[in-house]
């Protein structure tokens, strides 16, 4: 195993709790109703994403999902405390109920699923790293990359990922963490290193924010596939099945053509797959602690994913980002979620 392989394997070795660690006392969901508000882990600020405004009010993809949890439990999509966590922490937040639940771009992996003692609930972004560069070091390919310093967020599969991309390839390379992005991205700028590893949509994203964009390349290739997601504790499959069918609920309501424009009138729809979804028939958010009309308290609120997803990365916001592999899979995308029956 090279240096840094060990060394990332140590670093989530050493987070890892005892296995099947219990469920609070009474399950997670009746102290967050006794609370009266989620507590949601997420970015300290990544446009898009999780942005606070100047009056502390969180927007975001990610931001969409926590108030989705909220509206689904309290019918209030306000009802939720935001904690911006580096990715550093953001586990041991999450291990520690720091944090209910974690949303916060981060990529569900083995090592993540078994060692840490968490559950992903699904993947809400499907993403890839790349690298950046300047563009006036007139580089076509991330292979000719060969004896870069390359700058990358600690906490994050980035180090692994580029290891195995330069170690696969016989390419040299030296490796700079920083404990943030905001950090690592103002190395780049500086000249500290010659690349900037990071999720392609991400890199796009920071791309953005820079003083001169168009001085700086993004190389084709993708190097990792990152399934994104958010994730909860082991050990109360109440509080994972609710996060998860949260989600799922967004998905299938967007191939329903289910949104917060007719929502209403979509309770009068004579589909038994609408009906069920809207809880006008069956009782399905019982078995999770909630009412019938959970999912419709989320499309009331929040919308369902695809009008996350534009409003906060692609046609409607300021970053366009195409839906790709994010689209549903009836539009040749990845995205699908399990039926409500």
């Not at 300021?318 to 009836?330: D, F, H, K, M, S």
């Amino acid at each position: 195993m090279p240096p840094l392989c060990a060394m990332a394997f140590a670093a989530l070795a050493s987070l890892a709790p005892v296995s099947g660690r219990a469920a609070p006392e009474g399950g997670l969901l009746e102290q967050v109703k006794h609370r009266g508000a989620v507590v949601c882990g997420v970015a300290p600020s990544l446009a898009g994403f999780s942005v606070p405004d100047r009056d502390g009010r969180w927007t975001g993809f990610d931001v969409d999902l926590c108030r989705a949890v909220a509206a689904a439990i309290f019918d209030d999509p306000e009802k939720v405390k935001f904690v911006p966590l580096l990715s550093k922490d953001r586990f041991t937040a999450l291990q520690t109920g720091d944090v209910d639940l974690l949303s916060r771009t981060s990529t569900w992996s083995m090592a993540r699923d078994t060692a840490l003692g968490l559950n992903f609930t699904g993947i809400n972004f499907y993403g890839g790293e790349g690298f950046m560069v300047r563009a006036r070091l007139g580089l076509t390919s991330a292979l000719q990359l060969s004896g870069a310093s390359v700058c990358t967020e600690q906490g994050t599969t980035t180090e692994l990922n580029v290891a195995d991309f330069f170690r696969g390839h016989g390419l040299k390379y030296e490796i700079v963490t920083f404990k943030g992005s905001d950090e690592t991205v103002d190395a780049y700028t500086s000249g500290r290193c010659d690349a900037y590893a990071y999720d392609r949509a991400g890199l796009a994203i920071q791309r953005m924010k820079l003083s001169a964009p168009q001085e700086h390349v993004i190389l084709p290739e993708t190097i990792s596939k990152e399934p994104l997601g958010p994730a909860v504790r082991h050990g109360d499959d109440q509080w994972f099945d609710l996060v998860k069918w949260t989600l799922f609920a967004m998905v299938n309501a967007e191939e329903l053509g289910v949104d917060r424009g007719n929502v209403e009138a979509m309770r009068s729809s004579e589909r038994p797959d609408i009906r069920r979804l809207l809880g006008i028939e069956g009782a399905f958010g019982e078995a999770m602690g909630l009412n019938r009309d959970w999912a419709y308290r989320i499309l009331r609120h929040v919308g369902n994913y695809g009008e996350s997803f534009e409003r906060n990365l692609g046609r409607d916001s300021p970053l366009r980002i195409e839906r790709g592999q994010n689209a549903l899979w009836t539009r040749g995308g990845l995205q699908y979620a399990p039926p409500i029956r």
